[in-house]
């Protein structure tokens, strides 16, 4: 049986770093953000951001973790160019909480998976591995403004048996974490030390996979990597192995023989932190977990469990999107359809976010009036959602400039003449009895009038004009 564990690293966010007032966002321009505590300058003294501390502890609540009373910083020492201090800021001996864990549903069955721990960190620098990767670049660049961003660092047991496990945990866990407002896929970056083991073998891990393709490669390619090695009879090492994304492949970065010893010590320039206050604090401004605001979408709106529970797995945003629409839009569960139905489909093919793709409620409920007032078919909606989502143009200019209004009863005879002209054997099959063929008739009338003729009228003009054949 294959072993999982994962070590991974969300961004929180903050307004400013975890030991001083820079500013936690990205910039275009490198070491502008920094100051000499986040710089590691000799003599100055970090300060706690009590908001990384707020919003760690809703993570701990999210992750039903058992809290400690009282937490310390450490000093994590060793030698990297990223690192100005020679140590990072984290903790060690008694972190946020331990003994959590997180229920993910594989394939209709709960799993649940243990968290050992999380604690809080301050990022290093970033390198810029410049005429190369991490292995054969030709010089590096050292970015000060990610140093001192404040980490969450959640730890889980070993407890996930393949990579389809690892994503479905994944995504949930970044969804949940932007339900409860302390990450945001837009802004906040997260990576994931992958911990591979399989029986009669010492475990590998893959450090800083940051996406989920990453993940699923990694960690099959472990696998596969690990089983040759003991079919053939030699020894799965302990060893710490870097994800190349270009070959989808792991490669050697360190043995055990080379481990460090990172020999922790207290961080005398900060206190003990009581936990007690801080732990009220976020109780009483935890916001609604996702299962709460499937019940609520449920009782409010009458959606359907299923609806509402896409609605939720995905982007927070949807939730928001969906109440800001149904303010303007009395219909729910259509409008709930349609979020979940077309607009999904559309957002996953382009694989776009919602943020992305420039959707806005004003427009998508003119789109579903439109087709409520019958000025469009849902036929042609589900055509020009497509667009919308691509373009970012709403439905209702993309049908003015394209000329798309319904058609009238003649124009659609003259459609039908035609189709019935260049469609001989199918107005046979038809009048011998096989009357589903006129599905496929109405099809071409859809076809040449690119869903501009109403279907139902299409039908019924259909159906007298072969009778009358
Ligand atoms: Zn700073
Ligand atoms: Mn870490």
New binding site residues.
């Given amino acids: 049986m294959v072993k999982i564990g994962l ?1 991974i ?1 969300v961004q929180l966010n903050t307004r400013t770093k975890l030991f001083c007032s820079c500013k936690n966002e990205a910039s275009k321009k490198p070491n502008v953000n920094t100051c000499p505590i986040c710089l590691g300058m000799p003599g100055s003294k970090p300060l706690i951001n009590e908001e990384a501390i707020k919003k760690a502890i809703k993570i701990g609540l999210m992750l039903n973790l058992n809290f400690s009373k009282k937490m310390f910083f450490s000093r994590k020492s060793y030698f990297y160019p990223d690192l100005s201090k020679n140590y990072q800021i ?1 903790q060690y001996e008694l972190p946020v909480g331990t003994q959590g864990y997180f229920l993910i549903n594989v394939k209709g069955r709960i799993k649940k998976i243990r968290i050992r721990r999380i604690h809080i ?1 301050e990022d290093p620098a970033q390198i810029i591995h410049v005429g190369g990767s991490i292995t054969n670049a030709e010089y590096v660049l050292l970015d000060y403004n990610r140093s001192g961003v404040p ?1 969450c ?1 959640i730890v889980t047991e070993p407890d996930f048996e393949s990579s389809e496990e690892v994503i479905i945990f994944m995504k949930k866990l970044l969804s949940y974490l932007q339900h409860i407002k302390v990450f945001d896929i837009r802004k906040c970056k997260w990576r994931c030390d992958v911990n591979v083991s399989i029986p009669k073998g010492n475990r590998s891990e893959i450090k800083n996979v940051g996406s989920f393709k990453g993940i699923k490669s990694a960690i099959n390619y472990e696998i596969i990597r690990q089983e040759s090695l003991i079919n053939k009879g030699f020894e799965v090492k302990r060893e710490t192995r870097h994800f190349n994304a270009s070959t989808n492949t792991t490669e050697l970065l360190r043995t055990k023989e080379e481990e460090i010893d990172y020999g922790y010590i207290f961080e005398p320039d900060l206190t003990s932190f009581e936990l007690s206050s801080y732990i009220k604090d976020s109780e009483d401004n935890m916001p609604e977990l996702p299962e709460e605001i499937i019940k609520r979408l449920i009782k409010e709106y009458k959606l359907s469990k299923n609806n509402a529970e896409i609605l939720v797995q995905k982007d927070p945003l949807f939730v928001e999107f969906f109440e800001k629409c149904s303010k303007m839009y009395e219909n729910k569960k259509k409008l709930s359809n349609w979020i979940v139905g077309d607009l999904f489909k559309c957002l996953n093919f382009q694989e776009k976010s919602l943020f992305e793709s420039k959707i806005k409620p004003n427009d998508f409920v003119d789109f579903l009036n439109l087709m409520d007032s019958k000025k469009i078919t849902e036929r042609l909606g589900k055509e020009l959602i497509k667009e919308y989502v691509e373009k970012g143009i709403p439905p209702r200019q993309l049908m003015n400039r394209k000329n798309l209004n319904l058609l009238s009863k003649k124009e659609i005879l003259n459609v039908i003449e035609k189709v019935i002209k260049e469609n001989p054997k199918s107005v046979k099959d038809y009048q011998e009895g096989k009357k589903i063929v006129i599905d496929f008739l109405i099809g071409e009338v859809m076809k040449k009038t690119r869903a501009t003729a109403d279907p139902k009228i299409t039908r019924e003009l259909l159906e007298k004009k072969l009778k009358n054949k």
């Fill in positions: 070590e690293h984290t960190e980490l660092e």
